[in-house]
């Protein structure tokens, strides 16, 4: 069972150029969400998902898009990348409302210069 | 809007003891869930125990126990007999109740060392 399989594992960009990261779950879950992880700050919400089609804004979408076109895969968009993105990102998917178990991938570290 | 807190940024204890960490939460919710992460230095994140808040009793698995006080908003993690894969960073996370989108709001996060 791979369970929330994040790409790459390891990235660095320059400033301006754009990239996706990858998140793909096979536990047919509703709910996935992208989450950044800063030192001093603990994981914040940027994006969520309640299902294919339906996407919306966490605490710190500013930079970042996503769309759900499948159950399956939930990919997070930098545009325009910049040093204030510098992080790692996690994805994290559960069941549906009231099943409040979250599953999470390995994580991106994302440095941005 | 909820906040989570976590006041102690490291914390070491030696092998086989016990250490607790501290975790404090705002909220005006009355029904919620609360759960303690580790974070390994391998990055993967892996539920250590949940609590619900309109259970009184404090949850328990293993070694792993929390002292939660609903009135106090505290939600502390009690590890006994600590091991060296003990070591990690530990996250305070709440969700609310039936909450749309199944949304986790974490504290700062505790580095915890256990020494040989």
């Known amino acids: 069972n791979a369970g929330v399989t994040q790409t790459p594992k390891f990235q660095v960009l320059k400033t301006g150029q754009s990239m996706t990261l990858q998140c793909a779950q096979d536990?047919?879950?509703?709910?996935m969400s992208w989450y950044r992880q800063d030192p001093g700050m603990g994981l914040r919400l940027i994006h969520y998902?309640?299902?294919?089609?339906?996407?919306d804004q966490g605490e710190v979408p500013n930079g970042y898009n996503v769309s759900r076109s499948t159950t399956e895969d939930f990919p997070l968009r930098l545009l325009s990348a910049a040093p204030s993105q510098t992080s790692v990102y996690f994805c994290?998917?559960?069941?549906?409302?009231?099943?409040?178990?979250?599953?999470f991938g390995q994580g991106t570290r994302l440095t941005v210069v | 809007a909820q906040t989570v807190t976590q006041s102690q940024p490291e914390m070491s204890v030696q092998e086989a003891e016990t250490v607790t960490l501290s975790c404090t939460y705002d909220?005006?919710?009355?029904?919620?869930?609360l759960f303690w992460y580790k974070q390994p230095p391998s990055r993967q994140m892996i539920l250590v125990i949940r609590?619900?808040?309109?259970?009184?009793q404090n949850a328990t698995e293993n070694r792993f126990s929390v002292n939660f006080q609903k009135a106090a908003k505290s939600f502390s993690l009690k590890i006994s007999d600590s091991q060296l894969g003990d070591t990690a960073m530990y996250f305070c996370?709440?969700?609310?109740?039936?909450?749309?989108?199944?949304?986790?709001?974490f504290g700062a996060g505790t580095i915890l060392r256990v020494k040989s």
């Open positions: 994290a998917s559960s069941r549906r409302a009231g099943v409040t178990e979250a599953f």
């Open positions: 536990m047919n879950h509703e709910y």
């Open positions: 998902s309640v299902g294919a089609g339906i996407t």
């Open positions: 909220t005006s919710e009355n029904n919620y869930y």
């Open positions: 609590q619900e808040a309109y259970k009184q």
């Open positions: 996370a709440f969700m609310k109740l039936r909450e749309y989108g199944n949304k986790l709001v």
